[in-house]
T-cell receptor, first 113, second 112 residues
């Protein structure tokens, strides 16, 4: 199947900075995208999702942007905190199967105090 | 209750052993999933159950056998595993009309 990939494997930021984690996807028919945070030794934790009929969605300190023209997804984290340090995965709903998510390769976010 | 639980947290087994992983959710979700995750890799889908019926099997070897006894429980039976099967096994569930999946903490499996 098609892959969802990330541009940067590791992102290092200072506490208080804004972080931007990027994701490129290749399936132009994908209509749903989701971001997960995975801390060491834990399962992925749902952060935020977005459907393809939207280009922006905001949560608490997080914003997801979707650019369907260039098939690009980003996760913005405002005022990054040490507790945000984790691996972040984007995923897209596989439009060949209702319940199947295809995960990207992941970006590690390191937040320095 | 918005939690997916998995037991055991850690499991070490030999290649001739038979063991089972268990997953439970009480969110009323009717779709449940098994994923395998190797170190520094994304989760890879293994099986999907929808309304207690197997709907997706991602060509998983028969030494992995899933079971969904009821809408809240999902098991993964393991037999004659190989060392390369060592990984984090994640369970997830999703609501009827949503695509978001909620994950459990995983079982760290080591095959010796």
């Amino acid at each position: 199947g098609e892959n969802v990939g990330l541009h940067l494997p590791t992102l290092s930021v200072q506490e208080g900075d804004n972080s931007i984690i990027n994701c490129a996807y290749s399936n132009s028919a994908s209509d749903y995208f989701i971001w997960y945070k995975q801390e060491s030794g834990k399962g992925p934790q749902f952060i935020i999702d977005i459907r393809s009929n939207m280009d922006k969605r905001q949560g608490q300190r997080v914003t997801v942007l979707l650019n369907k023209t260039v098939k690009h997804l980003s996760l913005q984290i405002a005022a990054t905190q040490p507790g945000d340090s984790a691996v972040y995965f984007c995923a897209e709903k596989d439009n060949t199967g209702f319940q199947k998510l295809v995960f990207g390769t992941g970006t590690r976010l390191l937040v320095s105090p | 209750d918005t939690e997916v639980t998995q037991t055991p947290k850690h499991l070490v087994m030999g290649m001739t052993n038979k063991k089972s992983l268990k997953c439970e959710q009480h969110m009323g979700h009717r779709a449940m999933y098994w994923y395998k995750q190797k170190a520094k890799k994304p989760p890879e889908l293994m099986f999907v159950y929808s309304y207690e019926k197997l709907s997706i099997n991602e060509s998983v070897p028969s030494r992995f056998s899933p079971e969904c006894p009821n809408s809240s429980l999902l098991n993964l039976h393991l037999h004659a595993l190989q060392p390369e099967d060592s990984a984090l096994y994640l369970c997830a569930s999703s609501p009827d009309r949503g695509y978001e999946q909620y994950f459990g903490p995983g079982t760290r499996l080591t095959v010796t």
